[in-house]
């Protein structure tokens, strides 16, 4: 069945992503992404992650014709892409208390008309066609969102930042108002906490979330800080933690705020590149986390995210190669929530 958008706020919510989930969505690397240059890199990487992911449930891939990867996943669709990151161009899925899920499909535009992304955009209409993904389509299209640029608690909040959703070429005219109502409607949230500050060096997003803060279980909030004055990222994320202090949960009650280190700058010549620790992925029993060769700023990341979910494994992941294209781990991936009426 089919929906356009517009539904009204009831029992459907966005889930939280350590919520339980029946898979997650790879688009893989291939010789017409910019991955080129580096195909064998990436690849051992996004291997990596297949490994892992399909270790604790299942993993859609999707990859052009010819790929071989029936060694990592029996759920392969090959469709054509531009680029690889499913995190913004992957469904951002509903779920209500009977066990239905609605698959919202929101324009994906190379954040902000700054790449290629008509065949991104096309995937999610291409596989709901196909049978790959169960639930009830929702034509969202006439408006851009990227699953990075949003968190959920699944309880009714979600955290976004106005750099992204109010940068140019996403949603004009606009104004924040009036993107604020639309994420409520098509995300049936109570409510949007804005964060202002914050925006990584090299961050082609404009500033996604899942680059700066994460919600976790127990109003937790893990979120990337940064110690050194002389750095250039020290002022904005500095004023990110001052304003994480002032929120306050639905019952009125600050959150528990746990700091992420900064990694120490990489750079691709002179371009320093976008490496953070929050960009992990949540899974079934774990949590796989970007790692970056700096074993003691990697161990005191994954202790911290051990911190927030203690009953979950934590699996560091080498992103080294990712973080190459200004993206990491959390960036490749979009989880689907599990519904009982899923096969």
């Known amino acids: 069945m089919e929906y356009k958008s ?18 997650v969505q790879l688009t893989w690397p291939h010789a017409n992404t910019d991955w080129a240059p580096m195909l064998d890199e990436i690849t051992v990487t996004y291997e990596e992650m297949a490994r892992e992911i399909a270790r604790r449930e299942h993993l859609l891939v999707i990859s052009p ?9 029996p759920h392969l669709i090959p469709l054509p892409s531009n680029d690889t990151w499913a995190r913004d161009h992957g469904f ?3 779920i209500d208390d009977q066990g239905h899920c609605r698959l919202l499909d929101f324009r994906f535009n190379g954040w902000g008309e700054k790449f290629p992304a008509s065949r991104d955009n096309a995937l999610n209409r291409q596989l709901y066609d196909l049978g790959a993904i169960e639930g009830d389509y929702v034509d969202c299209l006439d408006f851009v969102l990227e699953g990075g640029s949003i968190e959920s608690d699944g309880r009714g909040t979600i955290f976004t930042t106005t750099g992204c959703l109010l940068a140019p070429h996403r949603n004009q005219p606009l104004t924040k108002a ?9 995300l049936c949230a109570e409510r949007i906490l804005w964060i202002d500050h914050g925006n990584l060096t090299g961050d082609d997003t404009d500033g996604h979330i899942d680059t700066l803060v994460r919600i976790c279980p127990n109003d937790t909030l893990l979120y990337v800080g940064c110690d050194d004055p002389t750095d250039e990222q020290y002022t904005e994320l500095k004023l990110m933690e001052e304003q994480l202090a002032t929120f306050r949960t639905l019952e009125g009650k600050p959150y528990r705020l746990l700091k992420l280190p900064m990694p120490r700058a990489i750079y691709d010549g002179e371009d320093r590149l976008p490496a953070t620790y929050a960009n992990f992925l949540v899974v079934n029993g774990a949590v796989l986390c970007p790692t970056y060769a700096q074993p003691d700023l990697d161990a005191e990341a994954l202790r ?10 934590i699996v560091g992941i080498d992103c080294r190669s990712i973080i190459k294209q200004h993206g990491s781990l959390h960036c490749c991936t979009m989880q689907f929530p599990t519904i009982t009426n899923r096969q």
């Open 6 to 23: 517009n539904h009204h706020a009831s029992a459907w919510r966005l889930p939280a992503e350590w919520e339980s989930q029946w898979g």
């Open 65 to 73: 014709e010819g790929a071989d990867l029936s060694r990592l996943t």
């Open 92 to 94: 951002i899925t509903l």
């Open 178 to 186: 009036e993107i604020e109502d639309r994420l409520k409607r098509e």
């Open 304 to 313: 911290l995210i051990g911190e927030a979910f203690p009953e979950r494994e």
